[in-house]
């Protein structure tokens, strides 16, 4: 069901397309916020020559379960980033832990107490270089990955920056989802130009790294011959900065590669 979140990024993606393609799309019917209980479309797009566009929306994952992961990786670790018991004056320390580090059945608050009571004590002992530690928990180990390293000339305070080891593409799975998800409901728009939108909203991997590992088989034919076009729309600096990506994903690879600030209408277009 389309949410505020969603209907945000499809009005700010539909701007971003008509400065790219020179168009003036906007949308004049929310067909699944109008009918939530059907299958229905997310948005239908009107020009004033009066051509259509059928717009489906659908977030990729930029591996399966990342969002779970992400959350759990926001409640432990993330939550430590520049704490200042574990910043070090002088040196700059990368934290890194593993997809599917924090296991089930745990309290993740008392995981990001005892990293951050650990650290404090470890992170001083630990000479510059790449380091692997182990974090104890009552019946749970974390294991963290750190890179210490000297602060650049003048940088006296230091830095402790977190992040998350990206464990690949996932292939295909993702993609076929949602063609199986949402082709459907855009193929009943014989009378529009119909595009399946794909956001990712994480730094890790790409829409065209997954959608290139479709197989070329009569399957994928079969999908792809009933829409128009695949894009993909890049969130991943919101809401820190309100700006998106785009690139056609299909049928043309990276044709068209531009970026729009939401706020301001400053319009890139990126080399490619």
């Known amino acids: 069901m389309t949410n505020t979140k969603d209907k945000d990024v499809i009005e700010g993606w539909l701007r971003l397309y008509n400065c790219e393609l020179g168009t003036s799309f906007q949308v004049v019917d929310w067909p699944d916020l109008r009918n939530p209980t059907k299958k229905e479309i997310d948005a239908v797009c009107e020009d004033p020559s009066g051509n259509w566009l059928a717009i489906e929306h659908t977030r990729i994952e930029a591996f399966k379960g990342e969002k779970e992961d992400g959350s759990r990786f926001l409640q432990t670790l993330a939550g430590l980033e520049n704490d200042p ?23 993740w608050k008392q995981i990001q107490k005892e990293q951050r009571e650990q650290l404090k004590v470890l992170l001083p002992a630990l000479p510059a270089g790449i380091h692997k530690v182990v974090i104890h928990g009552k019946n749970w180990n974390v294991v963290l990955k750190i890179d210490k390293e000297l602060a650049a000339p003048g940088k006296v305070i230091g830095g402790f920056r977190t992040a998350r080891t990206w464990p690949g593409d996932p292939g295909a799975e993702l993609i076929f989802k949602a063609f199986a998800d949402k082709i459907p409901k855009l193929a009943m728009y014989s009378n529009a130009r119909t595009i399946l939108l794909l956001e990712k909203d994480a730094v890790a991997g790409t829409i065209e790294s997954q959608f290139a590992e479709l197989p070329e088989t009569q399957e994928t034919r079969d999908w792809l011959q009933q829409i128009d076009e695949v894009w993909s729309v890049n969130t991943m600096c919101m809401p820190a900065e309100p700006i998106i990506f785009t690139n056609q994903v299909w049928p043309g690879v990276r044709e068209h590669v531009c970026s729009l600030n939401v706020d301001t209408g400053v319009f890139r277009r990126w080399d490619h």
Request: glycine content about 14%.
């Open 85 to 107: 018991d574990l910043v070090q004056p002088g040196y700059e320390i990368d934290a890194v832990q593993a997809v599917g580090a924090i296991p089930n059945g745990v309290d």
